[in-house]
């Protein structure tokens, strides 16, 4: 293992075709990392990775889908090398009441947000291992402050905590575990709920106060780009007008 991080590291995205994820990947690529973006949305990480160049590659990847997960590691193996950096970002936050009628989305909820960032830890860990690697966890101000109408996505990111603090015990000193968790930032992230009332609230209270993705996406890099020596464990990152 390396006492400092260098750069032209492989970082591993997921989520990497929209908002915090993509954001991250310029940023990586702009530190001189070179980056493997996965999504399910193929057109636009092609899109990213050709923007990015020679230091990106796009893989079509679904974190629920285990086998294409194990593909993307032998692909980012032979094309990039050995994984230094993996970053669980991908995630839904489909917010509404918790009652029956959601029930479907309570379940792509768990399965993306905490059983897909199992999987694929999971399946990168032993690259992960090989030489230093840092496991990047994207949780939420929700994995610390539940309120009414988000109970199964705060359940998904108190989940990814407790996980990331094992992790943490278990993998140091070859693995530093970065938890990361953004309140309100403008992506996507509201387009997909589908309970219009809670959609509707959840658009307004971000358009008024968030901040952006290149905000987090920053906060990323510079936690990956710290002397190993030292982990930033946890960092919670709010809009400065947001309460809770
Ligand atoms: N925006 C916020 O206010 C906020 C606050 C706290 C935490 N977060 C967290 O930040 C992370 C990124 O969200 P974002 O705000 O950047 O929203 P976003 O723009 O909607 O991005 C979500 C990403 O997750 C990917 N994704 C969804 N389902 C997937 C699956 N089954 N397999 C692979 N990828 C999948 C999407 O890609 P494809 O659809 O192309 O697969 C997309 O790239 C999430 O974990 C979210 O919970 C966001």
């Known amino acids: 293992m390396t006492s400092e991080p260098s750069a032209g590291r492989v970082a591993v995205i997921t989520g990497a075709s929209s908002g915090i994820g993509a954001a991250t990947a310029r940023a990586l690529t702009a ?12 057109d636009r990480i092609e899109a990213l990775a050709a923007e990015l160049g020679d230091s990106a590659i796009a893989i ?8 294409s997960i194990v593909a993307a590691a032998e692909r ?6 050995a994984t230094d950096i993996l970053v669980n970002n991908a995630g839904v936050m489909l917010l509404a009441p918790f009652s029956s009628d959601q ?3 309570q379940r792509q909820m768990v399965e993306v947000n905490l059983l897909g960032a199992i999987t694929a830890t999971e399946v990168f860990l032993d690259q992960l291992r090989d030489g230093g ?6 949780s939420s101000v929700a994995g610390r402050t539940a309120r009414p109408g988000n109970a199964v996505y705060a359940a998904t990111k108190w989940g990814m905590n407790g996980w990331s603090e094992s992790l943490r015990q278990e993998l140091s000193p070859d693995i530093r575990v970065i938890v990361i968790e953004p309140g309100a930032v403008a992506t996507e992230l509201t387009d997909h709920i589908t309970h219009a009332q809670t959609k509707q609230a959840a658009k307004q209270f971000v358009d008024q106060i968030a901040i952006t993705a290149e905000d987090i996406a920053e906060v ?13 464990n946890e960092i919670l990152v709010r809009p400065t007008a947001q309460s809770l």
């Open 76 to 81: 980012v193996q032979a094309e990039l090398g």
């Open 60 to 67: 079509a990847a679904d974190v629920t889908d285990r086998d």
């Open 31 to 42: 530190d001189g990392h070179r980056v493997a973006l996965l999504a399910r949305r193929t």
């Open 133 to 138: 690697g840092d496991l990047v966890n994207v």
């Open 220 to 232: 990323v890099a510079f936690a990956v780009a710290r002397p190993r020596r030292m982990t930033l």
């Open 103 to 105: 029930q479907a989305e």
